[in-house]
């Protein structure tokens, strides 16, 4: 069973809004920090958001904030993106990744890259058309 799934990509013209989700398979991602990473193509892996277990202190990517919102809901252990003001430039791939030893998501954004994460999904595309 895949233990990250996500969902809610498509085509949108800038401007436009979309709002992505990420379920989680088992309660324990409760315990755990989320966070979106995107892959735009032809480019590497980049970090776009996170937010603790608690639901404390989302962490942004300078590129996001102001327009993108992460959120979650653990009893029904899923996770989710609000992005409006959408760029062209936010066309990508957009994975949800999650590791039982990061709680905080400020450390998640600084660790993924060095050390990996766990949990991955398959991933969700963003289309946003000029």
């Known amino acids: 069973q895949v233990p990250l799934v996500e969902s809610g990509g498509g085509l949108v013209q800038a401007g436009g809004s979309l709002r992505l989700s990420c379920a989680a398979s088992?309660?324990?991602?409760?315990?755990?920090?989320m966070g979106w990473i995107r892959q735009a193509p032809g480019k590497e892996r980049e970090f776009v958001a996170a937010i603790s277990w608690s639901g404390e202190g989302p962490y942004y990517a300078d590129s996001v904030k102001g327009r993108f919102t992460i959120s979650r809901d653990n009893a029904e252990n899923t996770v989710f993106l609000q992005m409006n003001s959408l760029k062209p430039e936010d066309t990508a791939v957009y994975y949800c990744?999650?590791?039982?030893?990061?709680?905080?998501?400020?450390?998640?954004?600084?660790?993924?890259?060095?050390?990996?994460?766990?949990?991955w999904g398959k991933g969700t595309l963003v289309t946003v058309s000029s």
């Open positions: 990744a999650a590791d039982p030893a990061i709680t905080n998501a400020e450390a998640l954004a600084i660790v993924w890259r060095k050390y990996g994460m766990d949990y």
């Open positions: 088992e309660r324990t991602f409760s315990h755990y920090a």
